[in-house]
Structure formats: structure tokens, C-alpha cells
T-cell receptor, first 117, second 116 residues
Framework: AQKITQTQPGMFVQEKEAVTLDCTYDTSDPSYGLFWYKQPSSGEMIFLIYQGSYDQQNATEGRYSLNFQKARKSANLVISASQLGDSAMYFCAMREGLGTNDYKLSFGAGTTVTVRA | DSGVTQTPKHLITATGQRVTLRCSPRSGDLSVYWYQQSLDQGLQFLIQYYNGEERAKGNILERFSAQQFPDLHSELNLSSLELGDSALYFC???????????????FGPGTRLTVL
């Protein structure tokens, strides 16, 4: 079964507007972490933001915020005030078993964001 | 720049051949992870090493092997290459602060392997 689902293959957003990227996950582990990575056309993977399953508040990091709805098993990424440089592929990822030494990440299929001027 | 280096950046080879991908983690990071990104499979975890020892294994084929050396750099060996092995191979590293702590994984720029 797919652990991470990103249902939006591609999105267009106008410069300076906000965009929400959807991510739902599937786990029975009570301890897990959710990550978002950005992959520009150059190919590198850039860490954006993290949310732990026990975190009480939604994570924020500059223009990035994570809308964490635990009961719905969703961890949507919100990018505010979009910039042309935000055009990239965005991946949602999960790490289960925070109480173990298992550190591998499971990734979703990704969402391509194109910012229009 | 994440501080993780990977060589070579590009690799073109033929079916049946063997290649070695190299990764140097960030200074101080003890864990190295290998991921494969292909069009049909997406991003998949292959294997993790921690301080020289194999820690976790994912969807890694038997034709693939990896190791982490005493200086903490890692190599991923791919043998009997097939067309379907063409992909972007990422190495990532993390400090691994301890059980129960989250660790950001820093990714290298990747090695793009093309099998002809």
C-alpha cells in the first residue's frame, strides 16, 4: 500500500499568491515524522519543513507552513507569496518508527509547481 | 550546497556492465542513505549505513550492493546493469542524533545513470 499520496501531479500558481500542496499518509505507527522536500529542475533535493506526529503546533519555516491534520492523516504544504524560484517538484515524505533506528524516508510521487509571472 | 558530495555527476554505460557511485557525507554525519529516483518507481529508499554498518535495507536489488568505509564515505555498486536501472541515484546523510530524535536528511546532487 502506498504510504504517501500526493494527488496533484501539477499545479500553476500566480506570483505572490499562496498555493497548497496536498499530502496524505498511511501509517499505524503512533510515532512518525513528515517532511517536505523541493526538487528544482537542477535535480537536487532541498529540505523545506518537518512535522512530528506529536507536535502540537503546525510547523512553519519562513514562507512554508505545514497544515497538519492528524485525524485525517494529511500534511499539506502551504507556500505563501509564491516566487518564480518556487517553480519545482515538491515531495512529501514520511519516516516511521521514531522510537527506533529506522530512519528511511518513504516519498510520495511529487507535485510539480509552476509559478507564473 | 548541502555538504554532501556525489561522484560522478553523470554516468553512461551499457547493459551488463558494472558501475560504482561514490558519496561523501556532510562532516560529522554518521549515517548515509541511498535512494533511487526513476520515472516509473519514483523515489525509493535502497539502503542505509551507520558508522560503517548496514542499518536498514529497502527495495535494493541483489545486483546492487553498498558499503561505508572507515572515513564514512560510501559506495553503491551496481552490476549486470539493465535498461531499467537508468535513474537518478541520490545519497543523503544525517547526523543521527539518537533514537527518538528526528534527523533531517541532507541530499547530495545525485548521480544520473544512463544504461544504453
Amino acid at each position: 500500500a502506498q504510504k504517501i499520496t500526493q494527488t496533484q501531479p501539477g499545479m500553476f500558481v500566480q506570483e505572490k499568491e499562496a498555493v497548497t500542496l496536498d499530502c496524505t499518509y498511511d501509517t499505524s505507527d503512533p510515532s512518525y515524522g513528515l517532511f517536505w522536500y523541493k526538487q528544482p529542475s537542477s535535480g537536487e533535493m532541498i529540505f523545506l519543513i518537518y512535522q512530528g506526529s506529536y507536535d502540537q503546533q503546525n510547523a512553519t519555516e519562513g514562507r512554508y507552513s505545514l497544515n497538519f491534520q492528524k485525524a485525517r492523516k494529511s500534511a499539506n504544504l502551504v507556500i505563501s507569496a509564491s516566487q518564480l524560484g518556487d517553480s519545482a517538484m515538491y515531495f512529501c515524505a514520511m519516516r516511521e518508527g521514531l522510537g527506533t533506528n529506522d530512519y528511511k524516508l518513504s516519498f510520495g510521487a511529487g507535485t510539480t509547481v509552476t509559478v507564473r509571472a | 550546497d548541502s555538504g554532501v558530495t556525489q561522484t560522478p555527476k553523470h554516468l553512461i554505460t551499457a547493459t551488463g556492465q558494472r558501475v560504482t557511485l561514490r558519496c561523501s557525507p556532510r562532516s560529522g554525519d554518521l549515517s548515509v542513505y541511498w535512494y533511487q529516483q526513476s520515472l516509473d518507481q519514483g523515489l525509493q529508499f535502497l539502503i542505509q549505513y551507520y558508522n560503517g554498518e548496514e542499518r536498514a535495507k529497502g527495495n535494493i536489488l541483489e545486483r546492487f550492493s553498498a558499503q561505508q568505509f572507515p572515513d564514512l564515505h560510501s559506495e553503491l555498486n551496481l552490476s549486470s546493469l539493465e535498461l531499467g536501472d537508468s535513474a537518478l541515484y541520490f545519497c543523503a546523510s544525517s547526523v543521527e542524533a539518537g533514537v527518538g530524535m528526528w534527523d533531517e536528511q541532507f541530499f547530495g546532487p545525485g548521480t544520473r545513470l544512463t544504461v544504453l
